[in-house]
């Protein structure tokens, strides 16, 4: 009775019960409660995600916490397009632009700024941020430059043929980078360096009660976190449109919903001098973002004949180009650096910044 008394349970469950009492679609001051209930929810997912994963062992554990949040991202993203039809077209490519944009100088960027500032220099493993940068470098390409380049449609498209092998291309890596980090080179993503200072976290043992507990209820908050994200979407527009904001900040504003209680996970991690455990969620969530939103948004668009833009703007580019070279250089040496995070963090602010000001 306890466990079924904790907030991670409750909130779900509340959730569950405010989005089909029909009171959400009525009235502001349900919207607003609904938007702390769908924030709590996302939490609670991870939560139950986290507990799982200590059952489980590292890196599975940053596995199921980046490809939960994939899940949600997906999921919404789908459900959008499926309501929205052609109005929706480049919501996947905003929100996976701005997801990774996010990850990278943001999560990144505040990793090595607060853990550097509490411990001067912490150390990890230069051949797992390899492995990861390389596979999301080539994803990258493949998703959003390549697209605005190809001849065989105008515009910002792919081609039906062209779409599956980018597809099939994003999944063949991704799957690879998980062969790497759970089997082949495993050892590479528990590598934390040679610090005597190093913070020593001992495994929670989780019963089999907990476990399947935190297994049902991730399901559960994942779903409502679907719904909530759906019902709402159309309110957050309409506000960002009221301020005349660009609408592409929708794809920035669930990103970052989305991306909230992982950002929490990786910061803690960084503060607790586990540098490597935050590397290792914001990279595999990275690749997860793209490698497999991609493909998932791509086969229901194939299947319901709907329009996809995929490729971004010269602008867009070149801003992701610069985020993915100054992380690659910020990661580089196996230490970390304040300022490498400071410059990452004025990355994230010239993509928000120049989003508004075009």
Known sequence: MKQLLQWTII??????????SGLVDNSSIFQVIASILLILSVMSA??????IAERVGEPYGTIILAISITVI??????????????????????????????????IIGLCLLIGGLKHYEQNFSVSSVTIGLVSLVSIIVFTLVFPTFTESVSGSYYSTPQLVFA??????????????????YRQYFLTVGDDENEDIVEPIPIDNKTFYTSLVFLIVSLGIVVLLAKTLSPTIESIIVSYHLPKTLVGVVIAAIILLPEAIAAIIAARKNRLQTSINLALGSALASIGLTIPSVAAVCIMMDMPIILGLDIKSIVLLALSVFTVMLSLSKGKS??????????????FVFLMIYP
């Open 11 to 20: 909130i779900p469950a509340l959730a569950w019960v405010l989005f089909f």
């Open 46 to 51: 991870v939560h139950h995600s986290e507990i």
């Open 73 to 106: 991202e997906v999921s919404i993203i789908v459900s959008l397009m499926l309501s929205e039809g052609s109005e929706a077209a480049s919501l996947a490519r905003d929100t996976v632009y701005a997801a990774t944009m996010l990850i990278l100088n943001g």
């Open 167 to 184: 597809s099939i291309a994003c999944i063949v890596i991704y799957s690879s980078f998980l062969f790497a980090q759970t089997s082949r």
């Open 337 to 350: 650096n304040i300022v490498y995070g400071v410059v990452l963090l004025v990355n994230l602010f010239a």
